[in-house]
């Protein structure tokens, strides 16, 4: 989340009147309604993980063995077989069929 200056956005009486209950604090003002986004999409948090998992995946079935892709993405091997499992699970779903290098 990017921060905003409140003096650049909002009218000056609003301003003030925020400054009677708090100064120089951070604060956090939620959408309206159900205009929620989700986690990650914003920012591309989201599809950034997405793109590294598919990878990690790629890794795994290309022969790596799970302490290879450890190293290379610095992740625990818990986190690796999570993440293997998961999209080995979207694949099967999709009928593109799975790997067993396990």
């Known amino acids: 989340m990017k921060y905003k200056n409140a003096k650049n956005i909002l009218p000056i009486e609003l301003l003030e009147e925020i400054q009677k209950y708090i100064q120089g604090d951070v604060i ?3 959408t309206l309604g159900d205009t929620k986004i989700p986690w990650g999409e914003k920012n591309g948090t989201k599809e950034a993980i997405y793109t590294r998992n ?3 995946f790629k890794l795994y079935k290309q022969g790596h063995s ?3 892709i450890t ?3 610095n992740l ?3 986190s690796i ?3 293997i499992t998961k999209i080995k699970k979207e694949d099967n779903h999709l009928g593109l069929g799975g ?4």
Do not use: G, H, L, V
């Not at 790997?99 to 396990?102: D, F, I, R, W």
């Open 28 to 30: 956090y003002i939620p």
């Open 54 to 56: 598919k990878s990690i």
């Open 66 to 68: 799970i302490d290879e």
């Open 71 to 73: 190293c290379i993405y």
């Open 76 to 78: 625990s091997e818990s």
């Open 81 to 83: 077989r999570k993440i």
């Open 99 to 102: 790997c067993t290098n396990e």
